[in-house]
């Protein structure tokens, strides 16, 4: 049996769904580097100026009809390949074919890739924000809201859900950076590699780059074919993302429990049970750790791709990558928006959470501290009287709302063969949260001033981070003007 090219399993497997990949996200951003190059090409007089508008009328017509209605053509290997004979048909072949000089399909689909990932790297940036200002005016509401604390996945000390907020607030600033970071990686122009060795041509990377939206050039030719650490840098940008979300996930999953009664789940959220009326599952959170493990799934599949691998052209990097990459931002960018609306929505049984928050002897670190404070102990001796106190009291079945001062004493004594100078008023101070969270007031502490001042910082980084957003896509839009600019200027 014979077969001429292409393959029919290799069309339906490989072929067919890169060209549909390539029609969603590679389509518009293929014309707008045509344009520019064409313009380029005729400003460096290495084609005529009726070569350029002979082009630009060509493209100008592909603008015109959507992506859809160049559809896949067996023995057309790629998107490519069917839009430069488009171009060619419609601008002659001694017009059209001129298109291609001083250029590589190597060079242009690495500089495709890059111009429709750093569109979606900056959806995933604007979603981003819109999580921490949500998150942000939560907090605000709850600098009071005590609960308790945990370390090791047990109650540890009282604290506050603005505090807790306040640290999410802070990883996900941190994600903010990583993604502005990755989309620097990213935002720069390969054009001008030509196969990966450049070109003999007269040409001007930097007005392309330019026309184009990119930040910078890559100097290397090689670098500019074969690099993979813009593709890396997306894909731990999502992870680190995802992996921070998923642990709030887990605290909120927990917190939403009967036996934890701390957070209520928005109804628009919750599915009941087939079979028992009384269920009300906040299921929105397990889809949520379920797609967040999918991001990162795909994220890692993208560095698994980029791993041992020739230094230079291969499939690997190129269409094979689009897909899991799309798919670990889009899921990010699901998962971001559903949470967004998720914290916007829920709500705190507070006076629960307060009872709870001095429940298991959570306050023991305060009374050992007031033992250092007022009655001059080191604090490893306060720490062994407090730790017997405790020991003694869970022994003997009493409740940290139920320690006396007789029991602190008893375990002075067995501790250090005296009593200590400590009042009754004292004493329950250093066992109330309140208490406890107020004296917290260092820089970041739980108390409600120290965690607003931090929330305040936060808010003004929130505020810097918008102003990138808007810097970036500003100079995106003042890119496509200019090009646009210049293709009229050339059509006269």
């Known amino acids: 049996m014979s077969f001429r090219f292409p393959h029919p399993t290799y069309s339906r497997t490989v072929l067919q769904p890169a060209y549909r990949d390539a029609q969603a996200y590679l389509y518009g951003p293929m014309l707008a ?40 053509q067996p023995g057309v290997e790629d998107l490519f390949f069917r839009v430069e004979q488009a171009i060619i048909q419609e601008a002659g072949a001694d017009f059209g074919g001129n298109l291609q000089l001083a250029r590589s399909r190597n060079d242009l689909g690495q500089a495709l890739f890059r111009m429709a990932f750093r569109e979606q790297l900056l959806a995933l940036y604007d979603d981003t924000l819109r999580l921490r200002e949500t998150v942000l005016h939560l907090a605000r509401r709850h600098l009071h809201t005590l609960m308790p604390g945990y370390t ?98 887990r605290d909120l999953l927990f917190l939403a429990t009967q036996e934890a009664g701390g957070l209520h789940i928005h109804d628009s959220f919750i599915q009941i049970s087939s079979i028992m009326p009384q269920k009300r599952n906040p299921v929105v959170l397990e889809h949520l750790r379920a ?61 629960h959470l307060r009872r709870r928050a001095g429940e298991g002897f959570t306050t023991a670190t305060e009374l050992a501290d007031t033992l250092v404070r007022e009655a001059g102990l ?12 405790v020991q003694r009291a869970v022994q003997d079945g009493v409740a940290a709302t139920d320690l006396s001062l007789d029991r602190l004493q008893e375990a002075a004594r067995e501790v250090l063969g005296r009593e200590v100078a400590l009042s009754q008023e004292q004493f329950q101070q250093a066992l109330d949260s309140v208490h406890f969270v107020e004296v917290r007031n260092g820089l970041g502490g739980a108390a409600p001033q120290a965690t607003g ?22 100079r995106l839009a003042e890119a496509d003007r200019r090009r646009q600019a210049g293709v009229q200027a050339l059509m006269g």
């Open 33 to 72: 580097a045509h344009e520019a190059h064409a313009l380029m090409l005729a400003h460096c007089q290495i084609i005529s100026q009726d070569n350029a508008r002979a082009i630009l009328r060509a493209v100008a017509h592909l603008r015109e009809q959507p992506a859809e209605e160049l559809g896949y």
């Open 152 to 249: 090791h996945t047990q109650p540890a000390q009282p604290t506050t859900f603005a505090h807790y907020l306040a640290g999410v607030l802070s990883f996900l600033a941190d994600d903010q950076r990583r993604l502005a970071a990755a989309y620097a990686s990213v935002n720069r122009s390969p054009l001008g590699a030509a196969a990966f060795t450049g070109t003999g041509f007269p040409i001007d990377r930097l007005e392309v780059a330019s026309l184009l939206g990119f930040d910078d050039v890559i100097a290397s030719t090689h670098h500019s074919i074969g690099a993979g650490d813009h593709l890396t840098d997306m894909a731990f940008a999502v992870q680190s993302l995802a992996i921070g979300l998923s642990r709030v996930t």
């Open 291 to 351: 797609r967040l493990s999918r991001a990162i799934g795909a994220a890692q599949t993208v560095a698994i791709q980029c791993h041992n691998i020739p230094y230079g052209d291969t499939q690997d990097i190129e269409d094979e990558i689009l897909p899991p990459l799309q798919e670990a931002l889009q899921t990010a960018r699901d998962c971001v928006s559903l949470y967004t609306d998720v914290f916007a929505t829920l709500t705190l049984h507070q006076e």
């Open 378 to 389: 080191p604090f490893r001796l306060a720490h062994h009287v407090v730790a017997t106190l």
């Open 453 to 474: 001042t931090l929330l305040d910082g936060l808010a003004q980084g929130l505020e810097r981070d918008r102003g990138w957003l808007f810097t970036a896509r500003h």
